[in-house]
């Protein structure tokens, strides 16, 4: 299966030209997701629509995802409800890495969060956070998608 | 959301005529699938393949089923390893309801289960099994298919 090794963090402040980075609107929901980490959730974003299923231990996570038609997606969503969020993602290029950059919208309006995926965990243990970085909270469960999208 | 509103019979007999019904071959595996009758199932069929989202309280559930291509089944399919099974449909003519005869295969070779939906609860409540019926199991867990799956 394909493996997504990956660090969060909260954001002390965001770089002052991110508008200028490549960006795009997310609207994401769960059919479903248990505490252990598993999920299935739709996605919508400009470019079109995904149902991904994940599993997930700390930071290394297993994802299958396919795309699906807008109509697929509308039959769907519907059972999301009261599981949903949306955010607005930035690309920002960090070295040979990217930083996504999410500002929350909708209830965790103010909420900034920053993903880095890794090539390999040898590059995860390694990444030194640039000082527009906060708390790390990879295995911080409050700041999960999933949990967030519940409140 | 649409509701279906059935009973779940185990068999003491079948049909003698069971294979002039109208019947067709189900393989179905689960994405996810909680102790409280939420699941994501995946099902191929000779007509196609359907991703279903259910949730399910005793005798009524709640349901959204899409049809997805074989290649989005083929991208999902092996994330529900050790959690499949296989079985052909029969569908049975009963008054002006259609009895589901479900001969299992595999692990369960030899489990022969009936399945009634009814068009409301009064219907559900009146239902006359036939003598061919034996136990009731709707709310009998033994025989989900989700627990099912997994053996």
């Known amino acids: ?32 997701a248990t505490p252990d980490g598993q999920q299935v959730r739709l996605r919508r974003t400009d470019s079109g629509c995904t149902l991904t299923f994940k599993t997930e231990e700390g930071a290394v996570r297993e994802e ?23 955010k607005t993602r930035h690309k920002v290029p960090f070295g040979n890495l990217t930083i996504e950059v999410d500002i929350y919208e909708g209830t965790h309006c103010g909420l900034t969060v920053a993903e880095v995926e890794f090539p390999d965990r040898g590059a995860c243990r390694n990444f030194q956070p640039p000082d527009w970085f906060g708390e790390e909270v990879t295995n911080n469960p409050r700041y999960s998608n999933v949990v967030l999208a519940r409140e």
């Open 1 to 32: 299966m394909p493996h997504e090794i990956e660090r969060k963090f909260l954001l002390k402040t965001v770089p002052a030209d991110l508008a200028n980075y490549p960006h795009y609107h997310i609207e994401q929901g769960y059919l479903m």
């Open 64 to 86: 299958r995802e396919i795309e699906i038609t807008a109509d697929q997606f509308g039959a769907l969503w519907p059972a999301t409800t009261g599981k949903r969020l949306t």
